[in-house]
């Protein structure tokens, strides 16, 4: 495995995204850091670590996507690739809370941040961007977040569980270019978080309504069955899960 390890770094999507315009960088190449000191999460937000004590990596994953309308194929892939993982380190109740974030007993463990860009042949470049809070004990900012050895109670092995994530990546990318894009929507769709149970929602000119997760389109939007048994569906920017 072709792993970059830095000391520190702001963002490990930014330094493989400014590697890939100096350079080959062979697929599957991972770039992790100690220290990340400026994190990106979705929409603008910060990813917050404490030094030393957690994954913040990211892979390359080139042309996975087999057509541009099918992008969110690699999210729901990734979310699940992770979940899978963390199952096999019996971590209970995980669920992915969408478009892909990874909660564990209800709190949020982990944040996947994918970035794709279309080169001129018409290839796909996405550069998958993960933060796990592995050994992370205090999170006292940041009150809806733990980690896995708050959860375990012991202190894991980042570096193991960094080779595994990245291994049942590469696994499940050969699968989804079988095209088995079915069997892991409907693994998202069995771990989406609150699917079918009655929740709050907040819409994006700050309107709040009672709703019903149905599940996901292919495109990625929440489908949500409103109190008028009206099905409607949400991107990132409209709705918000108050929970
Ligand atoms: N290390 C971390 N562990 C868990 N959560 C974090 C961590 N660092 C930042 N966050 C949270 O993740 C959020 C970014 O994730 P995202 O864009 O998915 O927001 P969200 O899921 O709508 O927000 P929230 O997680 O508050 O429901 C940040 O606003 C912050 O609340
Ligand atoms: O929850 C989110 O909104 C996504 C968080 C993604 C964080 C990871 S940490 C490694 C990679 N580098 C970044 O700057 N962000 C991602």
């Not at 991972?30 to 220290?35: G, L, M, R, Y």
């Amino acid at each position: 495995m072709n792993i970059i390890k830095l000391d520190a770094t702001p963002s490990t999507n930014d330094f493989l995204k400014a590697l890939l315009t100096k350079q080959f960088v062979e697929n599957f190449t991972v770039v992790t850091t100690e220290n990340q000191t400026s994190g990106r999460g979705q929409m603008g937000s910060v990813w917050e670590v404490e030094s030393g004590k957690n994954l913040t990596f990211s892979v390359l994953v080139k042309d996975s996507l087999l057509e541009i309308h099918a992008i969110f194929h690699l999210n729901v892939l990734v979310a699940v690739s992770l979940s899978e993982v963390l199952e096999q380190l019996k971590i209970p109740y995980v669920a992915i809370k969408w478009p892909n974030d990874i909660l564990a007993d209800n709190k949020k463990i982990s944040g996947i941040l994918i970035e794709n860009s279309l080169k001129s042949d018409g290839e796909i470049i996405s550069v998958v961007g993960i933060g796990l809070n592995v050994n992370q004990k205090n999170f006292d900012n940041l009150p809806k977040a733990s980690s896995l050895s708050v959860i375990l109670n012991r202190e894991l092995d980042k570096d193991a569980i960094l080779v595994a994530i990245v291994e049942r990546l590469k696994c499940n990318i050969a699968l989804l270019q079988n095209k088995e894009y079915d069997l892991f929507w409907s693994k998202y769709s069995q771990k989406l978080f609150k699917k079918g149970v009655p929740m709050p929602f907040e819409d994006n000119v700050g309107v709040r309504f009672m709703g019903i997760i149905q599940g996901v389109t292919a495109n990625g939007k929440l489908e949500v069955m409103l109190e008028d048994d009206s099905v409607k569906t949400f991107d990132i920017k409209e709705i918000q899960m108050l929970y």
